[in-house]
């Protein structure tokens, strides 16, 4: 409640209706003077922070601690003293996949940079060079006049001396084998150069030898690629990663419904007493769970690589066993039944949902190919 003036008007001013008490029983609105100071603004905001973050930890407390025990709560219809399960979801994810996408992932990023640094440091120059060579080629094509000709190709042949002054690496002169034509897509380093060349190809062969639509579609984005690319192939992997990593989130919320699906039919025999939003919440509260464990293990981990303190190094690995067990503890405190059967459905819940996540990563890998 806030500590607003009651305006004597008993109307609503967001819904008209007669106001009984000092809340609208339609909308829920307070019924208060509009006007209101500087103050009392940030009163009111301080106090809505605070009222969240007490939800907040008193939620967090009981998901981390209780497992199963919040859905269970929900179930009941107690759920004024807790975060709604799917506010909570939004507000944990993008916490997590921020963090991550931040601090985590970068992380890893620059370890593996450490750990192939000779290849980096050696061929970044050589590629630049080698970018700048293909573009001078390319302007050359469009011009015709002698004397500009001549200048681009001192140009291409001062930065081919350069070139040859540089030290190839392993890495490089495969780059070079598998980059020729200009391909960077290794599955087709015979693919046409344009639209054109690969439908002129088509148009030639028998009908009941042409690609089919799919083939055609692929081949078109081979295509794409290539002429976006100019085998550079760093770039291109660089940013389908990118666009792979950032979907990631999408592909988390989309499993949610398909594996509360399949823990309706672990739990087919008691669907009279759950029904497949009791699952589905029992999820949400797992996933949120996950997301907090993991950002708590990637902290310690952090913490370990920095000071090397080897009791940071055993909390992180208590976290990472207890991250694993915490799906069969909600499963086990939510459905109250036998351990060894609970066990049974939740290694039958992780094979599957293994499998899915795979055939999840395979569709996201797929839609990434075709947005890079």
């Known amino acids: 409640m806030s500590h607003l003036k009651e305006r004597k008007e008993k109307n609503c001013l967001n819904c008209n209706a007669e106001v009984l008490g000092r809340y609208c029983y339609i909308c829920g609105q307070e019924n208060v003077e509009v006007e209101e100071s ?39 219809g107690k759920r004024a003293s807790y975060l709604h399960p799917i506010r909570m979801y939004v507000f944990t994810s993008a916490i997590f996949f921020i963090v991550f996408f931040t601090f985590i992932s970068k992380h890893n990023d620059l370890e593996s940079e450490g750990n192939n640094s000779k290849v980096t440091h050696t061929d970044n120059g050589k590629i630049e060079l080698n970018r700048q060579i293909s573009v001078l080629r390319d302007s050359l094509k469009k011009i015709s006049d002698p004397t500009d000709r001549r200048e681009i190709e001192k140009e291409i042949q001062v930065l081919n001396t350069i070139l040859s002054y540089i030290p190839a690496s392993e890495t490089e002169d495969s780059a070079k084998h598998n980059n020729k034509n200009d391909n960077v897509i290794s599955f087709a380093q015979n693919a046409p150069k344009s639209k054109k060349e690969y439908d002129s190809l088509q148009q030639k062969l028998p009908e009941s030898e042409r690609d089919n639509w799919l083939e055609r579609l692929v081949t078109y984005r081979t295509i794409y690629i290539n002429q976006k690319y100019k085998g550079d192939e760093e770039r291109f992997k660089e940013d389908f990663f990118e666009k792979f990593k950032h979907s990631i989130p999408q592909m988390m919320f989309v499993s949610l419904p398909v594996i509360a699906l399949i823990v309706q039919l672990l739990y087919i025999r008691r669907r009279k007493q759950f029904f497949y939003v009791d699952h589905l919440i029992l999820l949400i509260h797992v ?28 909390i992180a690995t208590l976290i990472g066993i207890y991250i694993f067990l915490y799906c069969f503890l909600a499963m086990y405190n939510f459905y109250k039944q036998g351990i060894f059967k609970t066990f049974a459905k939740y290694f039958i819940l992780l094979f599957v949902g293994s499998i899915l996540t795979a055939l999840l990563l395979v569709i996201l890998a797929i839609s990434s190919f075709f947005q890079v």
Request: net charge positive.
């Open 38 to 76: 500087f103050w009392s603004l940030a009163t009111h905001l301080v106090y809505d922070i605070m009222h969240f973050d007490s939800k907040f930890f008193e939620t967090l407390k009981f998901l981390l601690l209780k497992p199963g025990f919040l859905s269970k709560e929900y179930l009941r």
């Open 287 to 314: 996933y949120i769970a996950i997301f907090i464990s993991l950002l708590v293990y990637n902290g310690f981990s952090a913490l370990y690589d920095t000071t090397h303190f080897r009791l940071l190094s055993w």
